[in-house]
């Protein structure tokens, strides 16, 4: 009840629409993408509109005939009524392509090009590391690490032997 | 052209029969792999370090070392 009224306030206000044309602007040009469209998707089986808009004359008599009981249509009728509402079948849309192959691909080349540049950078564009990284420095952090017993159980200190001064076998 | 009706009910409910049990088992199968496999050796690691350990002998064998800031080596 309540639609029909609401349908008939919009009924109305396309006839003031029209109305305006005498202002002298015209009426606004419809764009297509206003208008609904026809899309394939498995979450939405039951798109706006009919894949096919405008019928031709056998399309238009087939669906006169589906008017009528359509036990008395035939396979291919049926068929036909189907393709003249969707373009592609549910089986149709939702079979997969082979496209995971370039993009896996893609990915690996792109990845691989980073990797040239990474090691441009660090040969033209980095300066020297920090003195921390010398091997004399190495030594002496280690030996300072060790001293300090550090995780003696589990951990770095538990693999030195401090009786024999090695690491443990 | 004639197919049987699809299932259209009860499908969340015939995945969780499934698949809940198999979750459930396969989270206890992985707390009882982590408690023998890590925690239980790691109490026995330190249970067994602290069995022989001597404070005095590593504090002083540190001392030595120079590595502490309120005590300094005995020679100095």
Same mark, same amino acid.
């Given at each position: 009840?309540?639609?029909?009224?609401?349908?008939?306030?919009?009924?109305?206000?396309?006839?003031?629409?029209?109305?305006?044309?005498?202002?002298?602007?015209?009426?606004?040009?419809?764009?297509?993408?206003? =208008?609904?469209?026809?899309?394939?998707?498995?979450?939405?089986?039951?798109?706006?509109?009919?894949?096919?808009?405008?019928?031709?004359?056998?399309?238009?008599?087939?669906?006169?005939?589906?008017?009528?009981?359509?036990?008395?249509?035939?396979?291919?009728?049926?068929?036909? &009524?189907?393709?003249?509402?969707?373009?592609?079948?549910?089986?149709?849309?939702?079979? *997969?392509?082979?496209?995971?192959?370039?993009?896996?691909?893609?990915?690996?080349?792109?990845?691989?090009?980073? *990797?040239?540049?990474?090691? /441009?950078?660090?040969?033209?564009?980095?300066?020297?590391?920090?003195?921390?990284?010398?091997?004399?420095?190495?030594?002496?952090? &280690?030996?300072?690490? =060790?001293?300090?017993?550090?995780?003696?159980?589990?951990?770095?200190?538990?693999? /030195?032997?401090?009786?024999?001064?090695?690491?443990?076998? | 052209?004639?197919?049987?009706?699809?299932?259209?009910?009860?499908? &969340?409910?015939?995945?969780?029969?499934?698949?809940?049990?198999?979750?459930?088992?396969?989270?206890?199968?992985?707390?009882?792999?982590?408690?023998? *496999?890590?925690?239980?050796?790691?109490?026995?690691?330190?249970?067994?370090?602290?069995?022989?350990?001597?404070?005095?002998?590593?504090?002083?064998?540190?001392?030595?070392?120079?590595?502490?800031?309120?005590?300094?080596?005995?020679?100095?």
């Amino acid at each position: 009840m309540l639609a029909t009224r609401a349908l008939r306030l919009v009924g109305k206000r396309a006839i003031s629409t029209s109305v305006c044309v005498r202002g002298g602007h015209g009426v606004a040009k419809v764009e297509d993408y206003t =208008l609904p469209a026809y899309f394939d998707r498995r979450e939405n089986p039951l798109p706006d509109i009919s894949y096919v808009q405008n019928l031709s004359p056998e399309q238009a008599s087939l669906k006169e005939k589906e008017k009528g009981s359509w036990a008395a249509l035939s396979d291919e009728e049926k068929i036909a &009524l189907y393709r003249i509402s969707f373009k592609q079948s549910f089986a149709e849309m939702t079979q *997969g392509s082979s496209e995971w192959k370039s993009v896996v691909g893609g990915m690996f080349f792109l990845i691989g090009f980073t *990797g040239l540049v990474v090691l /441009w950078q660090r040969k033209y564009v980095y300066g020297p590391v920090p003195h921390t990284f010398e091997a004399e420095y190495k030594e002496k952090e &280690l030996q300072r690490v =060790l001293d300090m017993r550090m995780n003696p159980v589990e951990g770095f200190a538990s693999k /030195w032997d401090y009786e024999n001064k090695q690491w443990k076998k | 052209m004639s197919l049987a009706k699809p299932v259209m009910r009860g499908l &969340l409910g015939k995945r969780l029969r499934f698949h809940l049990p198999i979750a459930f088992a396969l989270s206890f199968v992985a707390a009882i792999g982590f408690k023998y *496999g890590v925690t239980e050796p790691r109490k026995q690691a330190y249970a067994d370090f602290y069995k022989q350990y001597d404070a005095v002998k590593e504090f002083t064998a540190m001392k030595e070392a120079g590595v502490f800031e309120s005590v300094r080596p005995s020679g100095e």
